[in-house]
Each structure stands twice: as structure tokens, then as C-alpha cells.
């Protein structure tokens, strides 16, 4: 289609610079770091980097802690060593998306530093204040994200300030109109710089109304998304991605409604959030279901038909390993790695790669508590303690599901610390590196990231894959995922076996295909139709 917009048919990537790649042996991944793996991405073929946040921060939440958003932060490089960086991704076809990170600051970022010190203060008001309870406890029993409560005392002041992660993260006053100025400008100053666009942190945060405890989706937020836009995004051809824990079905086109003037896309979690238990959440995961995995998916492909577009992912840097989540890390790794990413990326929408998920890295295993870095893991340790969790079971928890899975350093290849540093890493390196590792990986023409490379390639020259109508077949068959796309009278018909199994699968009459096999991780096959037989987590992509 001619009204095809670049970020529909480009592929993401998400950079977590942390521990991407160390370029001076402090044992952090940084931005020098990230230039000289540029073409590592370009031979990938994707479109745009995500590049978490790289401002000045006491990493108290590695950067998702905004000290000064206008200054790098000093172990990740310079001003300077950012804009080579996107000069030379920019040479590559390539646009770097930041995170904003707008809900909340650092609590060493100067406007806190002076709004904690008097309530006269100019900026005092840019942060959500309340007075204690009756008691003198706080105003209310929210809990913080990462632990304990929610609202955090100032005795000098004598009230509590809004912290919905933790006390290093402040809430910002979206109330407060001189605050939104500031920001508004502030993304300017980096749309004025050339990035490619925003990927905007718990945006659906921002309209909360704390007195009527209303946090998620609060009457404000579409209103000021919408003066976000007039005021920095409009006229201007970037990207914008907002993320939400609480959007569904019946909001998303409030946020990415094509005529609404909002955003681009939305990242969803409910397939996600499916997979975790009702009371513990993430740290007691629910077995994999696909058959409501798929009903989700499904669900959001039918929601955003027409209108909107979908933001497509299994991982980031929240989120445990997909191979070892939906797949399988052992045996079946290169398989299932393919198989996942074939099922994500032609479905209709923006597919986001997250790193090391190209050579099919895994989850870590630590075993003891001492190696976790993660606010929040160690925050929910401490609480799952006083609750009277045994340690051991906790830690279970955090092995499948916790947020260091994905932040472990890349591996680019099997010498020391996976050649992601010469020194000693800030967190420890997965000893599987040895096995799974970019120069390994890309030297096998069987491997994971050819695969990729040649998933993220058919998008450029097939609209049908930006643009095709989804249909989804054998909805509830436990065992594999089925679709097709269709434009113009062409389709694409894509059958993935989930399991370990070798199963027969009848395809239904109104799924068949004939003609070109486009991909598959086993042997190629013209035929999608009739009984067929699928191996462990095969994959299959036939054209008419
Ligand atoms: O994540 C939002 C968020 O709600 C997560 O903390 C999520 O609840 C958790 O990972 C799932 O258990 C964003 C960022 O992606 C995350 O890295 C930040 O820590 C968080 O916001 C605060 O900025
Ligand atoms: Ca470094």
C-alpha cells in the first residue's frame, strides 16, 4: 500500500546497553559499545534500534531512573559518543528509538533534590504529595512495584511523595502544566537531535488520579497524550510505542486509533500476564497454555484489524528468555528459537527482536540470592521473606520469570565472559555462552540468526506480510498455532507444532495452501493440506 508508514514494514530491536557490549573493560555494557555492533544489526536487517535508557541515572533501576534527561549517563559514554552512534546507525538505514521514561524521575534528579527540601520550592509541585493518615502512616496501602509501600515519607516536609516503583523513582505531577513544558521540551530537543522516535515507559501511568486511587488509565491520560502530540510528535515522520501492563481489548484504539492523534502502537502484556498465577503473579508462573496464548493473540489481531497497529514481542528486558519460556532451551533450541520467531514476525504488525534472542539465548540459573541485581527481584525477595516464603522457592521463581533472565551479557562469542567484556561483568555471564554465541551461531548456515535474517528480509518484499488480512485456524487445538494472511488474492499460510511431539495435524480445507514453501526449520514442503505430519516445534510458511 502506498500510505505504508517506515516503522510498519521496518523490524525493532531492543538494546539493553547495560550489557550489550563493554568497549573499556569497567565491565558495562555502553554506547561505543553499541556503535561498534552496528553492523551486526544492519546484516540482521532490522529497521530500528529501542535502545533502553541511556541518561544520566544512579541506576537504581538501571536507568528507568531519570536524573538528567538531557545528559547521558557517564558509564554509558558522552553526548558526543551518542550522536556518532546514531550518525553511523543512521548510515546503516538505521533509526534509534529512546525510551522516555516520563512517569517518574530519579529521586537525584535536581527538581526532586529542591521539591524534598520545602514545599515553597519551584518544583515542589512537579511530584505528587500527600499528607500522612490520620495515624501518621501513609495516605494509603498501595504497594510499590518493587516492594513495600507505595508512599514514601519526607520528614522535613512532613508528607509522603508517590513512589509506584520504589522510593528512587518518584512520581512525576503530570498535573502540574509548567512540568509537562519541560518535558515537552525536552523531546524536542532529542526529535531535534534525529532519533527515530519514543518508546514511552508505563505511559498509561501518566493520568492517574491518586485520590481516587486510580492509577492505570486514569482520566487524564488520553488528554494529555494528546497535547504530547500536538506539542512534539506532530508533523514529524518517528515512531512512538507506549507501553501498558493495563491496556485491553476494549482501550487500545483510544491510545493508537489512527484519527485519535495519540500514538503508534501500544506494547499489550496479557499474553504475557496469562501465563502468571492469579495471586503470586510472576514469581509462581502457570504452565504454558497455548490454547489461551493463542485466544489472546488472536484476540488483538481481530481488535486492531483496521484501525491501530500491533506491536509484536515474546521478550524484553522485563521478561524471561522466550526460548526457554514458550520453547525449549535444551534439545529442541534451534528449533523452537525459529519456530517462535516465524509465528511473531508474520503476524500483522511490528515485530521486536530483543538481544541475544537472535542466537536463541537462554534463562541463567543462578542459585543463590547474591547474584540476582534486579530491583526488582531483590525488592519482592525481601516481602516474600517477611511473608514466610522459603528462599529456595523464590528463587525458583525468579529463575523462570525474573528480570535478570534477559540481562545477563550478550554473547558475541565463547571466550571469556562471552566476549561481551575484558573485564568483570556487573552481572554474571551465563556459562552456556560457550554453546550459544553470535560468532558460533552466525558461522552455521543452519543457525538461529540466518533464520532471522531471512524472517526480517521477506517483510521488505512482501506487503503481503505488512498488510494481509489474518485469519486464525484450529483455534483451540492444543498444539499448534495456525493462521493466514491474505491481500489481493494472495495468501500465506504459516502451521507451527508447539510441542515436543512428532503430531499429525489435519489441516482444515479453508487453511490449505499450495505452491512455494517461503521458510521452514526442517526440510522444505510445497504442501500445506490434508493430514500432515509436524516434528518437534517445526514450523512451516507456504505461499500460493
Ligand atoms: O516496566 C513497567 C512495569 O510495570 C514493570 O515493572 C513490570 O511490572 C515488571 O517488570 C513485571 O513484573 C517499565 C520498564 O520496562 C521497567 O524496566 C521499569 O523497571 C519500570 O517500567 C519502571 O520504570
Ligand atoms: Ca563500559
Not at 494472495?490 to 521458510?519: H, Q, S, W, Y
Request: proline share 5%; hydrophobic share 40%; glycine share 8%.
Amino acid at each position: 500500500a502506498a500510505d505504508t508508514k517506515w516503522w510498519q514494514a521496518a523490524t525493532g530491536y531492543q538494546i539493553y546497553p547495560r550489557s550489550f557490549c563493554d568497549s573499556n573493560g569497567d565491565g558495562i555494557g555502553d554506547i561505543p559499545g553499541i556503535t561498534s555492533k552496528l553492523d551486526h544489526l544492519h546484516d540482521l536487517g532490522v529497521g530500528f534500534i529501542w535502545l533502553s535508557p541511556v541518561y544520566a541515572s544512579p541506576m537504581a533501576d538501571n536507568g528507568y531512573d531519570i536524573a538528567d534527561y538531557r545528559a547521558i549517563a557517564p558509564e554509558f559514554g558522552t553526548l558526543q559518543d551518542f550522536d556518532h552512534m546514531l550518525a553511523e546507525a543512521r548510515a546503516r538505514g538505521i533509526g534509534i528509538v529512546m525510551d522516555l521514561v516520563v512517569n517518574h524521575s530519579s529521586d537525584e534528579h535536581t527538581w526532586f533534590k529542591a521539591a524534598k527540601t520545602s514545599k515553597s520550592a519551584p518544583t515542589h509541585d512537579y511530584y505528587i504529595w500527600r499528607d500522612p493518615a490520620p495515624d501518621g502512616g501513609p495516605p494509603s496501602d498501595h504497594r510499590a512495584c518493587f516492594g513495600g509501600s507505595a508512599w514514601h515519607f519526607v520528614p522535613e516536609i512532613g508528607q509522603y511523595y508517590l513512589g509506584y516503583f520504589s522510593a528512587a523513582q518518584p512520581g512525576l505531577n503530570w498535573q502540574n502544566p509548567k512540568l509537562r513544558r519541560e518535558i515537552y521540551d525536552m523531546m524536542n530537543w532529542w526529535l531535534d537531535r534525529g532519533i527515530a522516535g519514543f518508546r514511552m515507559d508505563v505511559i498509561s501511568l501518566i493520568g492517574k488520579d491518586v485520590d481516587a486511587g486510580i492509577f492505570e488509565e486514569g482520566p487524564y491520560l488520553h488528554g494529555f497524550l494528546q497535547e504530547m502530540h500536538r506539542e512534539t510528535l506532530a508533523g514529524r515522520d518517528v515512531v512512538t510505542v507506549g507501553e501498558s501492563w493495563s491496556v485491553s481489548r476494549d482501550t487500545a484504539l483510544l491510545y493508537c486509533g489512527r484519527e485519535r492523534a495519540e500514538l503508534d502502537m501500544v506494547f499489550q502484556f496479557k499474553h504475557i500476564m496469562e501465563g502468571w498465577d492469579p495471586v503470586h503473579g510472576k514469581w509462581k508462573p502457570r504452565p504454558f497454555d497455548l490454547v489461551a496464548f493463542k485466544r489472546v493473540l488472536n484476540d488483538w489481531q481481530e481488535t486492531l484489524a483496521d484501525d491501530g497497529w500491533n506491536s509484536l514481542f515474546l521478550s524484553n528486558h522485563d521478561l524471561p528468555r522466550q526460548v526457554s519460556r514458550y520453547g525449549d532451551d535444551g534439545t529442541f533450541r534451534v528449533q523452537s528459537a525459529k519456530m517462535l520467531a516465524t509465528v511473531v514476525h508474520l503476524m500483522k504488525g511490528t515485530p521486536f527482536v530483543y538481544q541475544g534472542e537472535e542466537i536463541g539465548m537462554t534463562n541463567v540459573h543462578f542459585e543463590r540470592i547474591e547474584q540476582f541485581r534486579d530491583i526488582e527481584t531483590l525488592g519482592h525477595y525481601a516481602d516474600a521473606l517477611a511473608e514466610g516464603v522459603a528462599p529456595a522457592d523464590f528463587i525458583a521463581g525468579a529463575n523462570t520469570n525474573g528480570r535478570d533472565n534477559a540481562r545477563t551479557p550478550m554473547h558475541w562469542s565463547a571466550e571469556s565472559h562471552a566476549g561481551f567484556t575484558s573485564g568483570t561483568p556487573w552481572i554474571e555471564t551465563n556459562p552456556n555462552h560457550t554453546d550459544i554465541n553470535v560468532a558460533a551461531d552466525r558461522a552455521d548456515p543452519d543457525g538461529i540468526f540466518d533464520y532471522y535474517r531471512r524472517l526480517i528480509a521477506l517483510r521488505k518484499t512482501k506487503p503481503l506480510i505488512v498488510h494481509g488480512r489474518y485469519t486464525p485456524h484450529a483455534e483451540t487445538h492444543p498444539s499448534v498455532f495456525a493462521f493466514t494472511r491474505e491481500l489481493d488474492g494472495k495468501r500465506l499460510a504459516v502451521l507451527a507444532n508447539f510441542t515436543r511431539e512428532t503430531i499429525d495435524f489435519d489441516v482444515p480445507e479453508e487453511m490449505a495452501c499450495f505452491g512455494t514453501c517461503v521458510l521452514s526449520n526442517y526440510a522444505l514442503r510445497e504442501r500445506l493440506s490434508g493430514r500432515m505430519t509436524l516434528k518437534p516445534f517445526e514450523v512451516l510458511v507456504v505461499s500460493d
